[in-house]
């Protein structure tokens, strides 16, 4: 099979180029490794930035779907201290500009938005071949073969097109996030959901915090962030989530119950996610008919970026595509001469911004930060 345009990776990055190249009428085949939409939970709370995210979505002419799955007030943010007390509320002022929505309602619409058979589910990507002059032949899992004119990776951390492209690997940041989660909060964890409030909840001292979203249906969700060496964390069974969860809920010894109830409250085991990155700056010399976006080009420190900063490639990709019929090394020129200071100057901000909050000056650095954008902070 041979097709013009292949995306390895259905995320929201490879999912908005496909539908930006749509619009324009070009066709593009992606591949998934999942075997389906629904075959894991697609994550949190994202909030979709005026600057980038939101651009990304006007250029694949969604912002009225866009807008259909906006969660009310989740702009809102608060920090609190370990015993509870409020440093700062900020509350949703309704200014759109950084909107809260849910990864998967988001992956929905994006997904709705393309032809039938766009996703090619359940190829996993297992060998690359160039064969000249741009193209490549890609072999996958199942025994699949497809030679393509274009080839994108939009395949995350561990991409396995960036070897074609760079040497580079994701190093360990020195942070663990453990994600829980609180099902009928204001029901049956009232304390804690009056601790959280209506959007995001900072409670942050140097080397660790708790940081809690409120999402759709009364669940709150929950990140215990650590600084903590890689062994320490693999240490854990999280295999067995009673003694995970004790392991975990000790390092916030003294903490006020509603916050770390966050943490022990759930019913559903914690999950690791330990926290790595790319080198800041990663670029890669131009190959013909390879590039990469998202995750895959510049994987940073979580700062609330990263969807933004892969849906915006996405669609920056489409339009540089779109713009150079039949030119496809001109376009990917101008797309990678515009993506790697963008993403340089992200992920700089994206290590300052875990350092505001993980770093000897936490919290008083987030209230700073918090207090220059939000309208009318209340301590």
């Known amino acids: ?44 709370q994202l909030d979709i930035h005026a600057h980038d995210g939101q651009r990304a979505l006007e250029a694949a002419g969604l912002m009225a779907e866009f807008r259909a799955i906006i969660h009310p007030g989740g702009e809102a943010a608060r920090v609190l201290d370990p015993q509870g007390a409020v440093l700062l509320d900020a509350p949703d002022d309704g200014s759109g500009q950084r909107p809260e929505v849910l990864r998967g309602d988001l992956r929905r619409i994006l997904l709705d938005s393309l032809p039938a058979g766009t996703v090619r589910w359940g190829r996993k990507l297992a060998a690359v071949s160039p064969l000249g002059d741009g193209r490549h032949q890609l072999r996958f899992d199942d025994g699949a073969t497809v030679v393509t004119d274009l080839l994108v990776g939009a395949d995350g951390a561990w991409s396995k097109v960036r070897p074609l492209l760079s040497d580079a690997r994701p190093e360990y940041v020195g942070v663990t996030f453990v994600e829980t989660w609180l099902q009928d909060a204001d029901t049956r964890h009232p304390a804690a959901a009056r601790a959280v409030g209506g959007g995001a909840m900072y409670a942050l001292v140097p080397g660790r915090g708790i940081i809690a979203h409120r999402e759709a249906g009364g669940v709150l969700h929950t990140y215990a962030a650590l600084q903590c060496s890689a062994d320490w964390i693999a240490g854990i069974d999280f295999g067995d989530a009673a003694t995970a969860t004790a392991r975990i809920a000790a390092e916030f ?15 559903t085991a914690p999950v690791p996610r330990r926290i790595h990155a790319l080198p800041d700056g990663h670029r890669w010399p131009r190959v013909p008919g390879v590039t ?88």
């Open 1 to 44: 099979m041979t097709t013009s345009v292949t995306i390895i990776g259905a995320g929201l990055g490879g999912l908005t180029l496909a539908r930006v190249l749509h619009v324009h009428g070009i066709h593009a085949t992606v591949c998934e490794a999942e075997p389906s939409a629904e075959a894991r939970t697609q994550g949190g």
């Open 253 to 267: 010894d003294g903490w006020a119950p509603e916050l770390t109830a966050l943490i022990t409250g759930g019913e």
């Open 292 to 379: 990469l976006l998202g995750d895959a080009g510049h994987l940073m420190a979580p700062s609330g970026d990263g969807a933004n900063l892969a849906m915006f490639d996405g669609a920056e990709l489409g339009l540089a595509i779109a713009a150079h019929p039949g030119r496809i090394e001109a376009a990917l020129a101008a797309y990678e001469a515009a993506l790697f200071p963008r993403s340089a100057s992200a992920a700089a901000e994206a290590r300052i911004t875990l350092d505001l909050c993980l770093g000897e000056r936490a919290p008083a650095g987030l209230v700073e930060l918090l207090s220059a954008v939000a309208p009318t902070p209340r301590r």
